[in-house]
């Protein structure tokens, strides 16, 4: 069984930074692609980052030049470097896994941006 644990989410300050970290474990094999999305309170859920795992990567035109996405292969963790953060970055942050034909999802952190 999958599992996606993620960590470093909270409450920080406008302009301010949070590193957001996601580790898989499990019996994944054909690993495609690793991202974070992000679901405000009465919105639907967005991509924010997304990794392949040749190292492309996109983003939303939202967190363009504050974020940066970043992975460890060996380790199947992904990395979410976000600065200059915005009220409008508040959120609950989803780590995503792509491998084989499936996709798994984490529980979610919660990263909260005071004005």
């Known amino acids: 069984q999958v599992q996606l644990v993620e960590s470093g989410g909270g409450l920080v300050q406008a302009g301010g930074s949070l590193r957001l970290s996601c580790a898989a474990s499990?019996?994944?094999?054909?690993?495609?692609?690793m991202g974070w999305y992000r679901q405000a309170p009465g919105k639907q859920r967005e991509l924010v980052a997304r990794i392949t795992r040749g190292g492309s990567t996109n983003y939303a035109d939202s967190v363009k030049g504050r974020f940066t996405i970043s992975r460890d292969n060996a380790k199947n963790t992904v990395y979410l470097q976000m600065n200059s953060l915005k009220p409008e970055d508040t959120a609950v942050y989803y780590c995503?896994?792509?491998?084989?034909?499936?996709?798994?999802w984490g529980k979610g952190t919660q990263v909260t941006v005071s004005s």
């Open positions: 499990g019996n994944i094999y054909n690993l495609n692609a």
């Open positions: 995503n896994l792509e491998w084989f034909k499936y996709t798994d």
